[in-house]
């Protein structure tokens, strides 16, 4: 992937990575919610941190800190999406399931990188 200047966005935007690094990232945190070890942070900072802090005005979209909150049926959906020029990302978590999926994908040419991970 060629090299992308954020410029002003730097602390928004100026994170890479793999899509199997961003799964081990998923993994850790959904090890710290299983075990409540802390490892880094606190399992009770990561519950505050998906837990609904505001609503869009739309009313549909919820928010936790740094992510995007839902439910599917009962089970909790926890993601934080990502884009620069020609490439999406998207990193969700179901909490309740142990179960993370991570991918990358190209829009424009269909290619995609997936990993799904129980």
């Known amino acids: 992937m060629p090299r992308f200047d954020v410029r002003g966005a730097q602390a928004a935007a100026g994170f890479s990575s793999t899509v199997n690094d961003l799964s081990k990232f998923a993994r850790w945190q959904l090890r710290v919610l299983r075990t409540g070890k802390t490892d880094v942070l606190r399992a009770a ?41 020609g490439y999406r990302t998207l990193l969700t978590t179901l909490p309740q399931k142990d179960l993370d999926y991570a991918g990358r994908y190209e829009p424009k040419v269909g290619a995609a990188e997936i990993s799904v991970q129980p």
Request: glycine share 18%; charged share 20%.
């Open 45 to 85: 900072s990561l519950r505050e941190m998906t837990r609904i802090q505001w609503t869009d005005p739309d009313g549909k979209t919820t928010w936790g800190l740094g992510y995007s909150v839902s439910r599917s049926g009962n089970d909790l959906v926890v993601g934080h999406g990502g884009r620069c020029p």
